[in-house]
């Protein structure tokens, strides 16, 4: 297998998913080419405005590090040969179906123009944590049960729409709030590190594994990578956690 290439077209949640995504896969003897453009809160609105504009407005990620240098949409994806291109929806809009349109559409039949041979996909956001302080959350009634069920709602009728596949990360991030030691509401750890964004360890391992299992039809059981992160100083990970998180990703990104 040569290279293969991926990239995000997103923001801080794409970055959250593939910061450890080129690591498991090298565990594994793959080689990637990972990039994430990435701006704060960006909308699958303001994804498509940009492109309209060619507006160099992208900070360019590579592997799970800034390069510090910044890209239009158009110029990432004629950079490359791109394997997979994968895209989202804002956090923040990602159970308000009727943001998605008409943009979501126009998105992806530009990125099929640009990109022809690569697979597009969604990656599936997730539900803020119960106590969020995220000013959106109020769209929600500040309940991650109703914003969990109305994002899967929104997500799954675009990928119907555009006929993709769904990396199921908010899935899998729901099924491991109901295991020791992530059950937050009675004292458990939470996946997130701010009550949206992923925990640098564990939250961004989890969406890593999901991704890897995804786009590479793997066992995460079989990947021996243990997370590294120099943002999170003195906190090593527990493999005890790591796999919990490993059985909830079989469970749900590799089934078979």
Known sequence: MGQVKILAIGNSFSEDATHYLHQIAKADS????????????????????????????????????????????????????????????????SGIQETYYPYIINLFQYMKEYAPKAE??????????????HDCFVRYHHNQ??????????????AKELSVRLIPCGDVIQLVRTK??????????????????????YGRYLLAATWYSALFHKNIMDNSYMPETILAPGEKADPAALDVIKECVKQIAFPC
């Open 30 to 93: 793959i080689d990637t080419k990972v990039v994430n453009l990435y701006i704060g809160g960006c909308s699958v609105e303001r994804h498509w405005h940009n492109i309209e504009q060619d507006a160099k407005q992208y900070l360019y990620l590579r592997d799970g590090f800034s390069t510090e240098n910044y890209v239009s949409i158009k110029e990432a994806l004629m950079e490359d040969d791109w394997d997979f291109v994968i895209t989202q929806q804002a956090s923040h809009d």
């Open 145 to 158: 049960q109703e914003m969990y069920e109305k994002l899967c709602d929104a997500y799954h009728r675009a």
């Open 120 to 133: 597009l996909l969604l990656q599936q956001t997730w539900a803020y944590e119960i106590d969020s302080t």
């Open 180 to 201: 020791d030691p992530f059950i937050y509401e009675k004292g458990g750890m939470s996946l997130c590190r701010d009550g949206f964004h992923m925990h640098y360890i």
